[in-house]
């Protein structure tokens, strides 16, 4: 895909891979919508796709709530007339044994890292198959690959993300529409340090080295596409 002039958006924008990813698509001629619960840091990211020469939309939005995601897809409609580039990157959600874990907290991280996906995927798809063109990227984890103890609610999420990404690509395969799903492993952001607080942060990827294999992606050729990303560290 050509990205000078693609328009993207990315979810989970306001800090981590998110607003680096956001950063990298403008600094490559993308005009981006920015899409997180907390405006303050939308805008500071706002602040630098603007000064890259492109134009940004902020677009507050809690994406557990049907209402505003649906507000938040007919803002882009209006002001981008579609999208080229829809990364769904926000995630997250509750932490800790099973036996703790209250329903609703199991039923909010689904929520937020599969549920909103497939709304947000579903309202911008028809347009990239009207157009035969369009990239859509899932930000998952290795930790779709594995589970890990205090993990039940986030693995289980990126388990079904996978599943949900891996049947999208085949349905979209020939129709123009590239899906590629990401899977990196611990990578120096608030939530990681949280998790891992033992870890040390310069051994751990870095959300840069993420934005760069996701442009590689998104710049292959049209006659290939690159439908998974497993991202490790080289010194864990």
Not at 18 to 34: E, I, K, N, Q
Not at 53 to 77: I, Q, S
Not at 133 to 144: L, P, R
Request: overall charge neutral; proline content about 4%; glycine content about 10%.
């Amino acid at each position: 895909m050509e990205l000078e002039g693609a328009r993207a958006l990315v979810t989970g924008s306001g800090r981590g891979i998110g607003a680096t990813l956001a950063l990298a698509l403008a600094g490559s001629g993308c005009r981006v919508a920015l899409v997180s619960r907390t405006e303050s840091q939308l805008d500071a990211v706002a602040a630098g796709v603007t000064a890259a020469g492109m134009r940004a939309l902020v677009l507050p939005a809690d994406l557990t709530r049907p209402d505003e995601v649906h507000g938040l897809v007919r803002k882009v409609e209006s002001e981008f007339g579609g999208i080229d580039i829809l990364i769904n990157n926000a995630g997250g959600g509750a932490f800790g044994p099973v036996i703790e874990l209250t329903e609703n907290e199991f039923e909010r991280t689904l929520e937020l890292n599969v549920t909103s996906v497939f709304r947000l995927t579903r309202a911008f798809l028809p347009g990239m198959l009207q157009r035969k063109q369009g990239h859509i990227v899932m930000m998952a984890s290795t930790a779709a690959r594995r589970g890990f103890s205090g993990g039940a609610a986030y693995c289980a999420a990126k388990f079904a993300l996978d599943g949900f990404a891996q049947s999208l690509f085949y349905e979209t395969r020939q129709s123009g529409v590239r899906v590629t799903t990401v899977f990196p492993s611990s990578v120096n952001t608030e939530l990681m340090r949280r998790l891992g607080p033992a870890l040390d942060p310069d051994r751990m990827i870095q959300p840069a080295d993420v934005a760069l294999a996701v442009l590689a992606a998104l710049r292959t050729d049209d006659r290939a596409t690159v439908k998974e990303i497993e991202i490790w560290g080289t010194n864990p």
